[in-house]
């Protein structure tokens, strides 16, 4: 059974920095990443990273934020850096799985980042 374990998030002030983790257990992964919602919003891709270390970021947070991943330890990072109030919203890891050649999405439960003065 795939389960996904997210830390990290909380209150920020504009300008201050955050880091969430996400452990993930119960497969072997090709890649892990992040999403987040904001309220009245659809889900948004943040960025991703495969299991050989490449990453890809959205442009609304190039430059600000970094995905690491450790793969001994299964679990995904994401520093947010300089932060805006655009980025307050709930924080989904992701990881995915192939079963029978098919990439399988798996999702963690969120959370929260809230970035106000």
């Known amino acids: 059974q795939v389960q996904l374990v997210e830390s990290g998030g909380g209150l920020v002030q504009p300008g201050g920095s955050l880091r969430l983790s996400c452990a993930a257990s119960?497969?072997?992964?090709?890649?892990m990443g992040w999403y987040r919602q904001a309220p009245g919003k659809g889900r948004e891709w943040v960025a991703i990273i495969s299991t050989g270390g490449r990453q890809n970021y959205a442009d609304s947070v190039k430059g600000r934020f970094t995905i690491s991943i450790d793969n001994v330890k299964n679990t995904v990072y994401l520093q947010m850096n300089n932060l805006k109030p655009q980025d307050a919203a709930v924080y989904y890891c992701?990881?995915?799985?192939?079963?029978?050649?098919?990439?399988?999405?798996?999702w963690g439960p969120g959370t929260p980042v809230t970035v106000s003065s």
């Open positions: 119960g497969s072997i992964f090709t890649a």
């Open positions: 992701n990881a995915v799985s192939v079963v029978d050649g098919i990439n399988v999405n798996h």
